[in-house]
């Protein structure tokens, strides 16, 4: 008992972890899809056509960041197209008001807090599971705008409003790429850096254990919560200034594309283990696909098949390997 | 006993089922008039035997959220066969939908049981899958009225004892899966396996395998439902019964089901998925927009699992004596 | 002398076994969790197979149920190989076991938990229900459980749902009892009712492979003993042909007497009082105090209500009643973060749901509570980070390839090490530990109660709750005894012998009997 041996603190330098990882097989994918792109079509090559596929992800990977961290904690939102759909619907009940855009703006994210609070209390505050949870929100915010709309639109946005979806920062970076690269890097920091993060991995991996460590659990999912409803409504308003009007079935079906965004990036459905640098290559190889597939011209249901695939694959690929390895 | 125990439960759902008729009755009797009740069942009857299938996947601790899709390409692969193949008899493409369909599902059963992949992620990724394929299939094209045999629009509706071919088959599946579920060892092994994973494989009891058998079973039911929904509605296409995975979720979890796993009973499926029945025909006898329907199903999915919760409440281990009771 | 020996016959060496493990061994990625064991098991009689966690016990026992097939080596029933491939085929051979844990279902009736897998079917296939529900009640009432078999389980007590777990064996035709620990959740009444039906079982002439860590209960039942130490067969023979000390000596390789380190009584200020502390149903009228440089042990049966108490001064549940003082200053304890601001800290009992987090490296595990202090305006550092992870374990003699392995692949005394470090980082002033030595190992046990003798002679204040009377003799200043959610005495050191303690837990008066 006497021989005190040192431990040292690591057996690899984190480059070499990082150069194993995931996200290092999802950078390699990203480059390939890249390269066979810009064989398949000559077109792809072009810068604008570049910029204009960025807008195939950067609203839903506004959300997949927040939906990173949810998941990661073991909880999931399955309602944030539907947050979209009431935020969206709330800023054109806003227009109709006769309100200017930072109004617009004000209502779009207010709309998402107070949806995300509303999963969020019901989760935390009276211990539901959040799948069963956001599947009915899922029905009741986008209810709620089905309620207002029926099947007509709010148009009319202003002006000015055109900017979130529509902007350029510079050259052929638009302002939605913009808010993205910024996000990914706000939630990189406070994944990876901050005391927050931690306690996020720790929930996940053990949310009693987190617990009896002094972690208020509930407020953290709570924020988590709050948090992907407040990207819910950053991204209505990108979606909503981007189309320029709204109907109730906007972004039908975007929760599955995000949470596909989200497991494709590496974060473990089960919770506890994920990256943001992940999700953020997760993203560009989604919208990659996508811009390659409308290039040759195959129909966007058909790329739903290949987005399904990928889904499935990127998961069981890994288990198949596994298991014929040991066999 | 277990039964005794959720049936105080299911009368409560049967007291609401009644107290909502009641209500109905007083403002439009016409609605509670024995034929328009046989009309109300059976434009259920589809999501009752969807309900049932859930209601054994859920019990399992799994979901499954490719049904909807599943009855939409099987029922557009018997349409488009029947199209084909006029000649082709009603039992046959009865036999084909339920194979086809239990196929599906078995894929999905694999992927759960051989690769332990979430459940949540195999069915969303074959969910946007199947979609894609009925695209693939019909490249886009409606299989119309005009199309499909006499017999195959026919048999749906053909009557027996006063009652349609589909609810027939509803009632059949209700019976039958009330003794399977009761009396047969593979209804006694979904309720163990969802009851208690770990127990159930000291016990003897393989837990992926009865995952797979219920993800078959779900997928002959989606099948089977697929023939009888394109048939009745004399059209298929690539969005036929969009979303309806959730309402038939929506119809488990208000009839009672633990989405925890081991938990519901078909007579709670029964019951969840007609008071959604009623709801949404009710809608426009009470001269509410059928628009309201989506928002009114998302809210009664969160009360009845805020329900549920509260009685599922577990008491916590009482070690005072004066609060000790004999068993 | 006669050929064929009587089912009952007290020396096994004339009878054949009915079961036996010969040379087998389990491969797990990375350990061999048994190399080459044998293991014999006679009719009507017992065998206890003793070893130090870790040693292959449970391997075993899932081999022996068909959870885990064998990796070489033969299983032999009535001299026979057989093969186990599924649970399925065990219990049809006439192998059944009480695990550890209840494996039992909370959601189906007392009858569908003891039949689930053979129940009795009708002429069409379909389960009898009306049958199985009487055999159920034949069966409970063979082992004087008087319960209705059509309650659901959920609504029966530990105790109750233990009777349903040894019915379900019975209803097996079985020849061939396991018993993993069956006494572990059990009162003092109830190990009494089941050392009977172990008895009855013997006379049916079946046998039956007793898992203990409790000496005690080895010798009062057993014929036979096995033991295994690090996945090896090490010996076996008749019980009455060993002592305790022989079997230990066997079980860690060496001849060990528990040694607990010399302590002096500090005799330090007080640091905190529980006064009057209520619970509605788990504990009632709390009141005791502890020092500074104390350990205070917290003795009693399981159940008694220690561990919910500790984990009301932890601020997980809240009492109804009652006030904590600290530094003779009354604190409101409402979560388990509020405790570790106070100074106070809780080393849970169960470790792989509330202390470890097994998934995350080390370091990380460590610092958990303690981010606060090591990071800078809600930054983590990293540098800190590994500084205070370094700190901390080496005063604990940790052993780990570094500090950023994942806490999983370390074995359960160095797992309780890393949460005991955890802990001790925040800097608290109370440390309560809760079954410190549970489940770890004889070397690392010897260090946590070191350890634990050493913080104390730094001032810091120890509650030690514990059910090892040689643990709470050999550690404790003062014992604080409960039962039935009350404190029945507080003993001082210097009047501590083993029977009183257990006769104050136990509830048994003086001079009552004996």
Redesign the interface.
């Known amino acids: 008992m006497s021989t005190t041996r040192t431990i040292p603190d690591r057996l690899q330098s984190p480059l070499q972890r990082n150069l194993k990882s995931w996200e290092t097989l999802l950078l390699l994918v990203a480059v390939g899809i890249f390269i066979l792109n810009s064989f398949a079509s000559p077109y792809f090559l072009d810068p604008w056509n570049l910029s204009d596929a960025t807008f195939n992800f950067t609203e839903k990977a506004m959300i997949a960041f927040a939906m990173a961290l949810l998941i990661i904690s073991g909880e999931?939102d399955l309602s944030v197209a539907s947050i979209i759909a009431l935020a969206s619907t709330a800023m054109g009940f806003a227009v109709q008001m006769g309100f200017g855009t930072p109004a617009l703006v004000m209502v779009g994210l207010g709309v998402g807090l107070v949806c995300g609070a509303f999963n969020g209390v019901?989760v935390t505050r009276?211990?539901?599971?959040s799948?069963?949870?956001t599947?009915?929100?899922?029905?009741?915010?986008?209810?709620?705008s089905?309620?207002v709309?029926?099947d007509q639109a709010f148009r009319g946005y202003p002006i000015d409003f055109a900017f979130f979806g529509q902007g350029y920062v510079w050259w052929i970076i638009s302002f939605e790429l913009a808010l993205f690269g910024v996000l990914a890097v706000i939630f990189g920091v406070l994944l990876h850096k901050t005391n927050f993060g931690r306690a996020v991995y720790a929930i996940g991996n053990n949310p009693v254990a987190a617990a009896f460590s002094g972690i208020r659990v509930a407020r953290v999912k709570f924020i988590l919560f709050l948090l992907t409803g407040l990207m819910s409504g950053v991204a209505a308003i990108c979606l909503t200034s981007r189309l320029g009007s709204t109907r109730?079935s906007i972004a039908m079906g975007w929760e599955?594309e995000i949470?596909?965004m989200v497991?494709l990036g590496g974060v473990s459905?089960?919770g506890g283990a994920g990256t943001i640098p992940g999700v953020v290559l997760a993203a560009f190889i989604m919208g990659l696909v996508t811009f390659g597939l409308g290039l040759l011209n195959v129909?966007g249901?058909?790329?739903?098949?290949?987005?399904?695939?990928l889904?499935?694959s990127v998961?069981?690929l890994p288990?198949?390997w596994e298991?014929w390895k040991t066999r | 006993?277990?039964r005794?125990?959720i049936a105080s439960r299911e009368m409560i759902l049967l007291g609401a089922i009644v107290l909502l008729l009641g209500v109905i009755y007083t403002r439009f009797p016409g609605f509670v008039a024995p034929n328009n009740l046989i009309r109300v069942f059976n434009d259920t009857s589809p999501l009752i035997l969807l309900a049932i299938g859930q209601m054994i996947v859920i019990l399992t601790r799994c979901?499954d959220l490719s049904v909807a899709a599943n009855l939409a390409l099987t029922g557009m692969v018997v349409a488009m066969l029947n199209a084909a193949m006029p000649d082709l008899p009603i039992i046959a493409i009865v036999i084909l939908a339920m194979g086809l369909g239990a196929l599906l599902g078995m894929v999905n059963g694999v992927?759960v049981w051989k690769?332990?992949?979430?459940p949540?992620?195999?069915t969303?990724?074959?969910?946007?899958?199947f979609?894609?394929?009925i695209?693939?299939l019909s490249e886009?094209r409606w299989v119309n009225s005009h199309q499909m045999s006499a017999a195959f629009k026919a048999f749906p509706r053909s009557t027996v004892l006063g009652l349609p071919m589909l609810s027939w088959f509803a009632i059949l599946a209700v019976i039958l899966f009330t003794?399977i579920m009761?009396?047969?060892?593979l209804g006694?092994a979904v309720?163990?396996v969802g009851?208690?994973p770990?127990?159930?494989?000291?016990?003897?009891?393989?837990v992926g395998r009865t995952q797979f058998w219920a993800f078959t079973i779900s997928g002959a039911l989606a099948g089977l439902t697929g023939y009888l929904w394109v048939s009745r509605y004399a059209v298929a296409y690539?969005d036929i019964a969009g979303g309806f995975e959730?309402d038939v979720?929506?119809a488990c979890?208000i009839g009672g089901i633990s989405?925890?796993g081991?938990?519901g009973t078909v007579a709670g499926a029964l019951l969840g998925a007609l008071f959604l029945g009623v709801i949404k025909n009710a809608l426009p006898v009470v001269n509410v927009?059928p628009?309201?329907?989506?928002?009114?199903?998302?809210?009664?999915?969160?009360i009845a699992?805020?329900f549920n919760?509260r009685a599922n409440r577990?008491r916590?281990?009482?070690?005072?004596?004066r609060?000790e009771h004999a068993? | 002398m006669q050929a064929v020996a009587p089912p009952t016959a007290p020396e096994g060496a004339r009878t054949d076994p009915i079961l036996a493990l010969d040379g087998v061994t389990k491969i797990f990625p990375g350990v061999k969790a048994l190399s080459d064991v044998a293991l014999r098991l006679y009719p009507g009689q017992v065998t206890a197979l003793v070893g130090e966690n870790g040693a292959g016990k449970s391997t075993v026992v899932k081999i022996l149920?068909?959870?885990y097939q064998p990796d070489g080596g033969q299983i032999l029933l009535d001299g026979q190989p057989v093969s186990f491939a599924?649970?399925?085929d065990?219990?049809s051979a006439g192998v059944t076991?009480i695990?550890q844990?209840?494996?039992?279902?909370?959601?189906?009736?007392v009858a569908?938990n003891i039949y689930?897998?053979h129940?009795p079917r009708t002429r069409l296939?379909?389960?009898d229900?009306r049958a199985m529900i009487a055999k159920a009640a034949k069966i409970l009432a063979s082992i004087g459980a008087h319960?209705d078999p059509?309650?659901?389980l959920?609504?029966?007590?530990?105790a109750?749902k233990h009777l349903v777990a040894i019915a379900r064996a019975l209803s097996v035709d079985a020849r061939i009892v396991i018993m993993d620990e069956p006494t572990a959740a059990l009162s003092h009444k109830e190990i009494q009712e089941l050392y009977d039906l172990v008895e009855k079982l013997k006379a049916q002439g079946k046998a039956i492979l007793f898992i203990s860590h409790k000496f005690d209960e080895i010798f009062r039942i057993a014929d036979r003993y096995t033991v295994f130490r690090d996945g090896q067969f090490i010996g076996d023979g008749l019980i009455t042909d060993v002592t305790e000390s022989d079997l230990v000596k066997m079980m860690v390789g060496r001849a060990v007497d528990q040694i607990f380190p010399d302590r002096q009584r500090l005799g330090g200020t007080e640091i905190l009082r529980v006064v009057g502390y209520d619970?509605?149903?788990?504990?009632?009228d709390i009141n005791f105090t502890l020092h500074r440089g104390e350990i205070l042990g917290f003795y009693g049966l399981v159940?008694?209500?220690r561990s919910?108490l500790m984990q009301a001064l932890f601020g997980i549940t809240r009492p109804s009643k009652g006030v904590v003082r600290i530094d003779d200053k009354v604190r409101v304890i409402r979560s388990p973060a509020e405790a570790v601001a106070q100074g106070i800290v809780y080393v849970p009992e169960d470790r792989g749901k509330q202390g470890a987090i097994t998934s995350l490296p080390i370091f990380q595990n460590i610092t958990l509570p303690s981010l606060r202090r090591t990071s800078r305006n809600g930054f983590l550092r990293l540098a800190e980070e590994f500084r205070l992870a370094r700190d901390y374990t080496s005063r604990l003699d940790l052993r780990a390839a570094s500090l950023d392995t994942e806490l999983g692949t370390l074995s359960g005394g160095n797992q309780q090490k890393v949460v005991i470090a955890k802990w001790l980082a925040t800097r608290p002033k109370v440390i309560i530990l809760d079954e410190p030595t549970k489940g770890i190992d004889i070397g690392s046990k010897a260090a946590v109660h070191e350890f634990m003798a050493e913080l104390a002679a730094q001032g810091l204040a120890v509650i030690m709750v514990s059910s090892e009377i040689p643990e709470i003799l050999g550690m404790s200043d003062r014992v604080v005894v409960m039962r039935?959610?009350?404190i029945v005495d507080i003993l001082d050191h210097d009047n501590l012998t083993p029977e009183t303690l257990v006769r104050r837990a136990a509830g048994i008066e003086d001079g009552a009997d004996q």
């Open positions: 999931i019901l009276f211990g539901l599971p799948i069963v949870v599947i009915g929100t899922m029905s009741l915010f986008r209810g709620i089905y309620i709309l029926g109730p599955l949470v596909t497991v459905i089960l129909p249901i058909v790329m739903s098949i290949v987005i399904g695939a889904l499935i998961i069981a288990r198949l298991k | 006993m277990i005794r125990a979901i992927l690769l332990q992949i979430p949540i992620v195999v969303l990724g074959t969910m946007t899958i979609r894609g394929l695209f693939v886009g003794v009761s009396r047969t060892t006694r309720y163990a009851g208690n770990h127990a159930a494989t000291y016990t003897g009891l393989d690539v959730l979720v929506a979890v989405i925890a081991g938990v927009s628009f309201w329907q989506m928002a009114i199903s998302g809210a009664a999915i969160i699992v805020a919760a577990t916590g281990r009482i070690i005072l004596k609060a068993t | 149920t068909g959870i599924t649970a399925q065990a219990a076991a695990h844990e209840t494996v039992l279902f909370d959601d189906l009736s569908e689930l897998g129940a296939g379909l389960i229900t319960m059509t309650v659901r959920r609504d029966l007590g530990i109750n619970h509605p149903t788990e504990f009632a159940g008694a209500g919910e039935e959610g009350r």
